[in-house]
């Protein structure tokens, strides 16, 4: 009886209804299985990257093999994953499985009970509730998968919901220490538990598994053969790499000039400042509100005199009061609701959410966003509600262009940041640049600088922020940022805010992006009742809202963030042409220290400057740990310490503990 056989496409089994394909892709192996009788096209987070591996078939099972790593699969279809060392990296989960040397050729005789490495249970469609199952490994620890708000780098032991939400991004894309990268996918809904016994994923509703595997030495190796698979972000524009000034919302155009003219005033660079929400008549009208912003072409003039870019807010809803609403609906460009009246959002209003997945509906928006905003001069998009965040978080409610939500939600965010990238170009940008709100395997080729959404003003967020940008590099997302000092619970006028801030902005200072934002207490009324004016501001957010002493120490890191450009463009040119996370952990670059793999609160920023954020109130010294593999200065003292060291660093509130590798030129641009 044969189950195997090869194809143009790879290696094939078929066995009792189950088709399991297994395809050469990039520096890995592409795996797609399904019950139904053809694979689904969608490629989703590939990109066509179709190479020759080698094949080999026997009486006891199949293996395929391409770059560094080899899958065999038994005539059951078991698949199990080595290196070219032959060492084990990842094997599917079957319980109960001993058969015997005696019973391979009689597998029709046997009857076995075992949990097996793929489930399928049958829904609607041709759809299926599937489980897939991976032997777990103790020593194993597991990295990645985007933006979740936890303490946890190490995701070995988590629970995560395959799932976007406001401050949660699903990126499954998981970095192991054992040598292997793996990419689930498939945006349809669902989790995955890193569990002591099994790993276990579970999509709700989908047509098939698709993952993708690759082996590497390091976890470089491994991150840099997923970026030829995914695609890398575009070379980031030199004016991105600098300071950002933000705060929710600046009401008014004139508002928004006196910021800005203060920040020029003071010698204090800019690069770029942000309108944001609300400053249009009303959602999906994709406009500057008159009464408000009367000139945004003079605006945009005098912040260009000032050398400052303009980013303006953009979300994808559209209330039935918009002057586009109508055509939208009557030409399927909003994502419909299987059940109730048609409305995803209340928000001031009942919305609904444009159809990003829809290739009719991206063009539609972005011309009206192109006349409205980027013919005025607008530099780039501030992309919100990117999940999207509807007010019914039910996904069995909603259908796309694409197909029923709980079959590919999660590509929302892509197909979001695609329509916009994707005119930018064709209208002549070099590298379009636009912040987003969430993000999926493969956003980052479409420009897709992520953020972490609206988190608390609290040191428990601040230390999830460290972990969330961390994972997020590792998942292949290297442009992210978090509104530095928190979004929502800061009040201008508490001393235990502004020590918070003071540390927040130390550590956005080495962010990839470094941008001030956030909805500070007392807020002030709205300005009217209608269009712009509906909402209320909040208070000051500029570096003089604070104190005097918070306000020098701000302005001390702003300055640094400059001197650091030089460097910072080079760890962007990494990023861009190898996926090279701009903040990394310390294994990254030291593999083989085994106790950089256990450092949970330390990150490298490009390759030489190490940064030991302080992550707890009222503290004023933290303990470091150097990797071995180099000496590393101090860059507030210049004392040298041997790599492999541990110490206790003095962190007084208006300073960050740096280090940076001996030799390395980083260390005159942060001692200047």
């Known amino acids: 009886m044969e189950f195997f056989r090869e194809t143009e496409k790879g290696l094939e089994f078929r066995r009792r209804g189950e088709t399991v394909l297994i395809t050469p892709w990039g520096d890995g192996l592409r795996v797609r299985a399904t019950k139904n009788s053809s694979f689904a096209p969608e490629d989703w987070a590939l990109l066509p990257r179709g190479t020759e591996g080698k094949i080999r078939i026997t009486k006891r099972g199949a293996e395929i093999g391409n770059g560094k790593i080899r899958c065999a699969a038994d005539p059951y279809g ?5 290196n070219e060392k032959g060492k084990v990296l990842l094997s599917e989960y079957y319980r109960s499985w001993d058969y015997g040397d005696e019973n391979w050729e009689h597998l029709d005789d046997i009857t076995m009970e075992c949990q097996a490495g793929r489930q ?8 299926h509730r599937i489980k897939l199952h991976f032997a777990a490994r ?3 620890k597991i990295f990645g998968m985007g933006q979740y708000q936890h303490p946890y780098l190490d995701l070995k032991g988590c629970h995560l919901e395959l799932e976007q939400k406001n401050t949660q991004a699903t990126v499954p894309f998981a970095v192991s220490s054992l040598g292997y990268g793996f990419l689930l996918n498939v945006p349809a809904i669902g989790r995955v538990d890193f569990a002591r016994n099994m790993t276990e994923w579970e999509l709700y509703s989908a047509k098939q598994i698709d993952y993708w595997v690759c082996a590497g030495d390091t976890p470089a190796e491994i991150e840099e053969s997923y970026a030829k698979v995914t695609g890398t972000v575009p070379m980031m524009p030199d004016f991105a790499m600098g300071f950002w000034q933000c705060k929710l919302r600046y009401q008014t155009q004139e508002e928004l000039l006196a910021v800005a003219r203060e920040y020029y005033r003071r010698k204090i660079p800019v690069d770029v400042i942000v309108v ?11 406009c500057f509100d008159s009464d408000y912003w009367p000139d945004p072409e003079g605006m945009i003039k005098e912040l260009s005199d000032m050398g400052m870019k303009l980013m303006v807010s953009v979300w994808p809803t559209v209330d039935r ?14 994502v419909e609701t299987n059940r109730g009246i048609s409305v995803t959002m209340e928000c001031r209003g009942f919305e609904s959410f444009m159809d990003t997945t829809n290739p009719e509906t991206r063009e539609y928006v972005y011309d009206i966003i192109k006349k409205n905003y980027l013919d005025k001069g607008v530099a780039l998009l501030w992309l919100d509600e990117a999940e999207p965040e509807y007010s019914v978080p039910d996904w069995e409610l909603y259908r796309y262009f694409a197909g029923p939500a709980l079959e590919c939600g999660n590509i929302y965010p892509l197909t979001y940041a695609q329509g ?23 956003s980052q080729r479409y420009g897709a600088l992520a953020w972490s959404g609206d988190v608390p003003s609290t040191f428990t967020y601040l230390r999830y922020q460290m972990t969330a940008g961390l994972n997020m590099g590792l998942a292949g997302i290297p442009w992210w940022t978090a509104d530095i000092g928190g979004f929502h619970g800061g009040h201008v006028e508490d ?5 918070l801030l003071a540390r927040w902005f130390q550590f956005g200072t080495f962010c990839p992006v470094m941008r001030l934002h956030g909805n500070r207490d007392p807020h002030t009324p709205p300005l009217g009742t209608s269009g712009g004016g509906l909402c209320s501001s909040g208070a000051g957010n500029e570096i003089w809202s604070y104190t005097p002493q918070l306000e020098q120490m701000m302005e001390k890191y702003i300055r640094l963030r400059y001197r650091l450009r030089p460097y910072i463009k080079e760890a962007m040119g990494e990023a861009h042409e190898k996926g090279t996370p701009v903040i990394k952990p310390l294994f990254y670059d030291f593999p083989s220290d085994a106790a950089a793999w256990e450092v949970t609160d330390e990150y490298l920023f490009g390759h030489d400057v190490l940064c030991a954020p302080v992550l707890t109130a009222g503290a004023r010294e933290r303990e470091v740990y150097l990797p071995k593999g180099c000496d590393w200065v101090d860059a507030a003292s210049g004392l040298v310490h041997p790599g492999g060291t541990k110490l206790t660093a003095e962190a007084p509130i208006d300073r960050m503990p740096l280090f940076v590798r001996k030799g390395s030129p980083a260390l005159a641009m ?3």
């Open 276 to 286: 944001d929400y609300f400053h249009w008549p009303h959602q999906g009208d994709w």
């Open 321 to 334: 009061a918009s002057v586009h609403y109508q055509e939208m609906k009557e030409r399927g460009m909003l």
């Open 420 to 442: 916009f990238y994707e005119g930018m170009k064709k209208d002549g940008a070099e590298a379009p640049i636009n912040l987003i709100r969430c993000a999926w395997a493969g």
């Open 495 to 499: 001393p235990a805010f502004h020590e």
């Open 670 to 672: 942060l001692s200047s």
């Open 120 to 127: 399928y249970k049958p829904g609607p469609g041709g759809t």
């Open 78 to 82: 078991k698949l199990v994953f080595y």
């Open 138 to 140: 103790d020593e194993e």
